[in-house]
């Protein structure tokens, strides 16, 4: 518990859970003194700096779309440490992906959401590869159809990650680079500024990641 506790920048569980509540969009501070610290805080989404919002078009994916009207969503990344999926629709968040590394970043924020020494987070754009098996223009998991997303963290960090969004509603971890990877060729990975490309080697059938 304290090496958990030292690592979020904070003395004790209380800390701990406040750090929490914040991220989780609870008012713990009251920013809008109305004497409630269990309501939404005024301003939840952090700032997008350089994490352009990228839209994923599942096409058809269920009965309720069609090629004309297809399910749409929007994925953008915060420098509160997350990275969100927003259904088009409606604007509702559908999931919200927080880089556990990143877990500093809350209290810093809590404790001085604006100050001229800027604290980032997932401060990147993220890149999508699907592969529609058969090719109707739908990414349907009960097709084999694939989405995945490979982003960085620019200043945020050293780190690169990789999620499988085939089924917009059931997100999961692929992997995770960074320094401390088995792989040697890792330990002197810098800050993740480049922009992922996905693309196919000549030697192999295998989608690879550069």
């Given at each position: 518990?304290?090496?958990?506790?030292?690592f979020?920048?904070?003395?004790?569980e209380?800390g701990?859970?406040?750090?929490?509540?914040?991220?989780?969009?609870?008012?713990?501070?009251?920013?809008?003194?109305?004497?409630e610290?269990?309501?939404?805080?005024?301003w939840i989404?952090?700032?997008?700096?350089?994490?352009?919002p990228?839209v994923?078009?599942y096409?058809?994916?269920t009965g309720?779309?069609?090629?004309?009207?297809?399910?749409?969503?929007i994925?953008?990344?915060?420098?509160?440490?997350f990275?969100h999926?927003?259904?088009?629709a409606?604007?509702?968040?559908?999931?919200?992906?927080?880089?556990?590394?990143?877990?500093?970043?809350l209290?810093?924020?809590?404790?001085?959401?604006?100050s001229s020494?800027?604290?980032?987070?997932?401060d990147a754009p993220?890149?999508?590869?699907?592969?529609?098996?058969n090719?109707d223009?739908?990414i349907?998991v009960g097709?084999s159809?694939?989405a995945?997303l490979?982003?960085g963290l620019?200043?945020g960090?050293?780190i690169?990650?990789?999620?499988?969004?085939?089924?917009?509603d059931?997100?999961?971890?692929l992997?995770?680079i960074d320094?401390?990877t088995t792989?040697?060729?890792?330990?002197?990975l810098g800050q993740?500024?480049?922009?992922p490309?996905?693309t196919?080697?000549?030697w192999s059938?295998v989608?690879q990641?550069?």
């Amino acid at each position: 518990d304290a090496a958990l506790h030292a690592f979020f920048g904070v003395s004790n569980e209380g800390g701990f859970n406040a750090a929490l509540d914040w991220a989780a969009g609870y008012d713990i501070s009251d920013e809008d003194e109305d004497g409630e610290t269990d309501d939404p805080r005024p301003w939840i989404l952090a700032d997008i700096l350089h994490s352009k919002p990228l839209v994923v078009n599942y096409g058809a994916r269920t009965g309720s779309f069609s090629p004309t009207n297809p399910d749409l969503r929007i994925i953008a990344g915060t420098n509160a440490g997350f990275l969100h999926m927003f259904n088009n629709a409606n604007g509702q968040e559908d999931w919200a992906f927080f880089a556990k590394e990143l877990g500093p970043v809350l209290e810093q924020r809590r404790v001085n959401p604006v100050s001229s020494q800027h604290v980032y987070g997932i401060d990147a754009p993220a890149v999508l590869y699907t592969d529609d098996v058969n090719r109707d223009g739908s990414i349907k998991v009960g097709d084999s159809d694939k989405a995945y997303l490979y982003f960085g963290l620019r200043r945020g960090g050293r780190i690169l990650y990789a999620l499988d969004i085939s089924d917009p509603d059931a997100p999961q971890m692929l992997w995770r680079i960074d320094p401390a990877t088995t792989d040697p060729d890792f330990a002197e990975l810098g800050q993740t500024w480049s922009v992922p490309v996905v693309t196919r080697s000549r030697w192999s059938p295998v989608t690879q990641f550069f």
